[in-house]
């Protein structure tokens, strides 16, 4: 989701192409132009099916899926709720996210199936509140629960939630994604201390991968079946993210930056290390960016009118979800296909 991209990764903290003339429309008789609508993007899995959510009528965010024929579909909430917002999709059709009443404080990790029902996905013993954030093609889940604490979790196919330790004197993690291989990667942080990438091998064990030379803190985002995984490295000096890449070695590297650069973070890469996310200009401007394999770096542009963008996931064809929008408004849900072609996402 689009947002200021200066964070300071401590404890304390938790809490190119030009933009094209037109875009199409997905879903739209003869890809006409359509309004688009606000919400957000999670995911996009290798048939080209979305998951993320709209704002309703009612200002509820309801949690859908963007079908590859266009379609939407309402994913629902557990019994009660109102409100919720889908981040994960898998090549089974599986989607993860939460779902929660007016009060997003005590929000439910839910898994919805392909065949239309709904699984809770219950927290560590003693904690409610969390999120999923990523699913492999298993159905295992990663995300986070709380319970005066920020927990690491991970989730069997089966619902189990097992917590994920990571550096010593942990008080906040947070596993963001989980290749085929049950490799999860995402953050873990002191109390009064910085945020270290972390990576957690399927039995658990606990790898801090390394921030770019000089800089204090780290994050990884997500990890493909290679073992690579992707992120950002925060320098202290200037309160700023630069996107990074870990070899499965963990070796880390700078991804490549466009000019006049504040910072940026890498937020997905598939099988082929294509890399996408998003680029912040020193004038605050956040534009969504894919990482090429050849080492160069692509502006994915945005929707006529808006003013920045941010890719959220890419498949294994280089088709990409993310968002459009401005920074005083909801964003719009969007697409880019593999030859950087933007759609605009139809709402319910």
């Not at 085929?180 to 990438?197: C, E, F, M, T």
């Not at 870990?246 to 006049?260: C, M, Q, S």
């Not at 993310?322 to 408004?329: A, K, V």
């Amino acid at each position: 989701m689009l947002g200021a991209l200066t964070l300071t990764l401590t404890a304390g903290a938790v809490a190119g192409a030009a933009a094209p003339a037109s875009a199409e429309a997905r879903g739209t008789p003869g890809g006409a132009a359509a309004a688009p609508v606000e919400g957000s993007t999670g995911d996009i899995n290798d048939s080209g099916v979305v998951a993320g959510y709209v704002y309703a009528e009612s200002g509820n965010t309801r949690p859908v899926r963007w079908n590859a024929d266009g379609s939407i579909q309402d994913l629902g909430t557990l019994p009660g709720d109102t409100t919720g917002e889908a981040w994960g999709i898998n090549n089974a059709g599986q989607i993860i996210g939460n779902s929660y009443t007016d009060d997003e404080y005590r929000r439910q990790q839910v898994r919805w199936n392909p065949d239309g029902s709904i699984t809770a996905l219950r927290p560590l013993p003693g904690e409610e509140n969390g999120s999923v954030h990523g699913i492999n093609d298993s159905g295992i889940t990663v995300g986070f629960t709380w319970g005066g604490a920020m927990h690491a979790v991970k989730w069997s196919v089966s619902g189990v939630p097992t917590r994920l330790h990571g550096v010593p004197g942990e008080t906040y993690s947070y596993a963001k994604g989980i290749n085929n291989d049950g490799i999860a990667v995402g953050w873990s942080a002191p109390q009064d201390g910085y945020a270290s990438a972390a990576r957690w091998d399927a039995d658990g064990t606990f790898t801090e991968l390394p921030p770019l030379d000089g800089h204090e803190a780290a994050e990884a985002r997500a990890i493909n079946s290679k073992g690579v995984a992707v992120g950002d490295s925060y320098d202290e000096q200037t309160n700023t993210l630069h996107a990074v890449r870990w070899a499965p070695d963990g070796t880390v590297t700078a991804l490549p930056a466009k000019p006049d650069v504040k910072g940026s973070e890498a937020l997905d890469v598939n099988d082929d290390g294509t890399i996408v996310g998003y680029s912040q200009s020193s004038t605050n401007v956040i534009d969504a960016v894919r990482w090429n394999t050849d080492g160069t770096i692509t502006d994915l542009g945005k929707l006529p009118g808006d003013a920045q963008s941010e890719a959220e996931g890419i498949n294994a064809g280089g088709a990409m979800a993310g968002d459009s929008g401005n920074s005083q408004s909801p964003p719009h849900p969007v697409m880019w296909r593999a030859d950087g072609t933007i759609v605009a996402l139809r709402g319910l």
